[in-house]
């Protein structure tokens, strides 16, 4: 293939067809799975995207189309691109050569116009094998989670075959008086999964001084894991480290692939109107949004998709994780609950430091936050189309402040209901239980056959482990007083 300089290409082509396709510009973005590439268009085209062999190569054909941007300026580091070649392809029209550095998995489809761009080719760049978050969980804690999850499953199945709530519905026989200790306790980390909205060729919303959305939220999603590692107790998951775009669906995906126990969604909101200001906190919901104002934010995330350059061809692919999901002991409705009571600490935090724009968490329906496993909450830090807030969530020291309020309420709720095998629950059970033998619950146990099986009365068992009535929890670990 003879390689051409750009603006002879543009010249031969430019008079081969009346109606040739022009490449106005060319963006990259680098992700840890992924890398994409977009070809800003004047008109639609037909593209023909395959791989070469030794070296590995990407070969992308444009029909009469012809370029008008330097493809050397690209920014190529931390892609699997080497070097990008083009010229004229035999026949007529473009041709583009992505030199490649690793294997990848290619994908591509066009977009029509909307209201940020005009006609798009994107070349997705999947890389096999690579996780799209950094120090993904590792399998030992990915095990301890689904046996945590199983267990969890066990109980609530007891539970609801019990009237009263037990763990089973009728004490075992009495066996020979034994204690039978713990196991180490796993005392494993709270996953926080943060997701730093929109990313890549989707901005977000774009305040008057030229500040856009994505950049002011990664800031403060990066603030909040910095928060959040630097706890005990707790790990953080940003699902977006960088700035490019991941689909709405993929980010609740990702957040269930590392276990989380709580996402969280960052956002910069913004009105037609500069007068709006104030944080705003929301949850999912299954019936409609509780005001207008939440209807059109929902309705605006969730068009994020279309700019953001997903495919038009709605997959289906997802919907048996989905599916388990649902499955699990918990249902849509305990998980609600849970981005409720959440949602009520965060917002008391943010009224803190900022004006709130609603004093109660809102629900909507928000794609990113349709997780029925996962307690969710997209939280909006401020209107960026009001100027003076413009302003202050630029500010490094008000960003550190909103990530403190929002990590703040959740600490406070795992605090009070931190999951069995955490680090959180162990330092709980252990603080006024420094002496004394361990039994860690099992599924169908009670707490009357737990009594009997170690020859203490029932109350004296209560009495030790601070509890008022009888219900337990699989994975919960009590100390057995001296009969």
Sequence with gaps: MRLLAPGLIALMTG????????????????????????????????????????????????????????????????????????GVRDGGGLRVVLELNRVVEPRHFVLPPNDQYGHRLVVDLEYPGES?????????????????????RSNAQAQAQVPGGEA???????????????????????????????????????????????????????????????????????IRDGDYYIGLRQRTQ???????????????????????????????????ATSETAQWLADSENRADLIGGVDGNLSLRDKDQVLRGVLLDLTMTATLNDSLSIGGQVLEQLGRINRLHKSRVEQAGFMVLKSPD?????????????????RRLRDPVHQQGLANAIFSGLRAHFERNPPPASLLAWQRDHQRRPTGNEYRIQSGDTLSSIAVRHGVPVGQLRQANDLSGDVIRVGQVLRIPNS
Aim: proline share 9%; aromatic share 4%; glycine share 6%.
């Design 15 to 86: 008079v081969s067809s009346a109606h040739a396709a022009t490449v106005e510009s060319m963006r990259l973005w680098a992700a840890p799975d992924h890398a994409r590439l977009v070809f800003d268009l004047s008109g639609a085209t037909h593209a023909n995207v395959f791989p070469l062999s030794n070296p590995d190569r990407l070969v992308i054909d444009l029909e009469e189309s012809h370029l008008d941007t330097d493809a050397s300026t690209l920014p190529l580091e931390g892609s699997a691109i080497e070097a990008v070649r083009t």
């Design 132 to 152: 799209a978050v950094e120090n993904p969980i590792d399998p030992i804690e990915a095990m301890i989670r689904d046996q945590e999850m199983l267990a969890q």
């Design 168 to 238: 089973s519905s009728a004490p075992s026989s009495p066996a020979p008086v034994e204690v039978q200790p713990a196991q180490p306790h796993p005392q494993r980390d709270i996953i926080i999964a943060i997701d730093a909205g929109h990313g890549g060729e989707d901005p977000g919303a774009i305040g008057p001084g030229g500040t856009r959305e994505k950049d002011v939220v990664l800031d403060i999603a990066r603030k909040l894991a910095a928060d959040v590692n630097g706890t005990p107790g707790f790990k953080a998951v940003l």
């Design 254 to 288: 990702l957040a269930r692939e590392q276990k989380a126990d709580f996402f969280v969604s960052v956002h910069a909101d913004a009105f037609s109107s500069p007068r709006p200001e104030g944080s705003s906190v929301y949850a999912l919901s299954q019936r409609g």
């Design 374 to 390: 996962i307690p969710s909450l997209l939280v909006e830090v401020g209107f960026i189309s009001n100027p003076s807030e413009e």
